[in-house]
């Protein structure tokens, strides 16, 4: 009996820690972990992104930059330590400031629908478009998480709400603009880095949010491809 309590404890504390944020919005934040004087697999790599001496060694100078980067995008723990899912994000920011202003470079993304908003989930990254003409972006986005992924195809905005809330999530999602079941274009108040990702909606901070809404309408084509990094 004592054993199946214990193991009872550790699936709720694991489960704790991969709970939504989003269920968590409203409330107080969790105490920040004490930094590792650990060096982490990725050590080298998260110092040159940071900008700092690549000598694969934990300084307490580097604990406190990674520990930055990762308390700004919501990354837990933040340690400070360099570990996979810190690469992993900065990886992902390497790749989008790449693109550059060619984001449909692939030609993925109809060229013959006129007005269509794109989503490339592989690389996080949205924009609109007018045939070959870009109108707005790249921007990056937050898309759905392992399990909740958002569901790939061409699409049309059918439904806007300004000031829709989640009636399952019980979340304001400002500026919404639906285009497939629940998944929508909506702001959030996290990172677009902050993982694991979305319930399946396309985040988006608020600048980017309110002109998705000022250039689309209902009836706008959208089409989501690739496949969310981890899921």
């Given amino acids: 009996m004592g054993y199946s309590r214990r193991r009872g404890a550790v699936a709720l504390a694991v489960t704790a820690l991969v709970a939504p944020l989003t269920l968590a919005l409203t409330a107080a934040p969790a105490q920040a972990a004490s930094c590792t004087a650990k060096a982490g697999p990725y050590q080298k790599k998260v110092e040159k992104f940071l900008g700092r ?64 908003a794109c989503v490339n989930l592989s690389l996080q990254l949205s924009w609109i478009q007018d045939g070959k003409k870009l109108v707005y972006g790249p921007v990056p986005v937050r898309t759905g998480r392992n399990g909740y992924e958002t569901r790939t195809g061409l699409k049309k905005v059918y439904w806007r709400n300004i000031d829709h809330v989640s ?11 639906f285009f497939d079941g629940g998944q929508a274009f909506h702001s959030v108040g996290v990172s677009m880095w902050n993982p694991p990702g979305s319930h399946g909606c ?30």
């Fill in 167 to 177: 009636t399952i999530y019980h979340v304001p999602m400002p500026y919404s603009q």
């Fill in 53 to 116: 001496t690549a000598d694969g060694k934990q300084s307490t100078a580097d604990c406190k930059a990674i520990r930055a980067f990762q308390t700004k995008h919501g990354i837990q723990p933040n340690a400070g330590y360099a570990g996979p899912v810190t690469w992993g994000v900065m990886d992902l920011m390497t790749k989008q400031k790449a693109v550059g202003k060619n984001p449909n470079k692939s030609g993925k993304c109809p060229t013959n629908k006129g007005r269509i």
């Fill in 202 to 231: 396309v985040n988006m901070t608020k600048t980017d949010a309110k002109k998705y809404w000022s250039l689309l309408k209902n009836g706008d084509d959208v089409y989501v491809y690739g496949r969310k990094p981890g899921t």
